[in-house]
């Protein structure tokens, strides 16, 4: 994987991707646009980003918040890491190619916890 430190870091290592790995098709590669543009206003940029499970993108958040999305062509898979388990959450692409709202719920509960985001300043 790939440290990302800004998001338009991010944006140019998903483009990386795409070109590198050309088995991520132009629906996986257009949900990881919409990701990246949505969570670019909203969330700190993410800790790593790289191949997940092909052919899809990962993006990882580390410590505090410990949570993972998997970018597929049909859905986003949310992924929080526990002590000793793993939540996940399947949430569908939207059909307009907005951001889902099931999936920003998701996100605001770990990466905009006041008790996360400070621990992690």
């Not at 870091?9 to 132009?26: M, Q």
């Not at 800790?47 to 998997?70: A, K, L, Q, R």
């Not at 569908?92 to 996360?116: K, T």
Request: with cysteine; net charge negative.
């Amino acid at each position: 994987m790939q440290s990302s430190t800004s998001w338009s870091e991010v944006d140019i290592e998903v483009d990386r991707l795409c070109v590198e790995h050309a088995d991520i098709d132009s629906r996986t590669a257009s949900n990881a646009k919409v990701f990246v543009a949505f969570a670019a206003a909203r969330y700190p940029a993410p800790d790593d980003v790289g191949p997940g499970y092909y052919p899809t993108i990962n993006f990882s958040w580390i410590e505090p918040f410990s949570v993972s999305v998997e970018v597929f062509e049909e859905r986003y898979e949310f992924y929080r890491f526990f002590d000793r388990r793993i939540e996940i959450k399947d949430v569908d692409v939207s059909a307009d190619q907005s951001f889902p709202e099931a999936l920003m719920r998701l996100l605001d509960g770990v990466l905009l916890d006041p008790s996360l985001t400070s621990a992690r300043a």
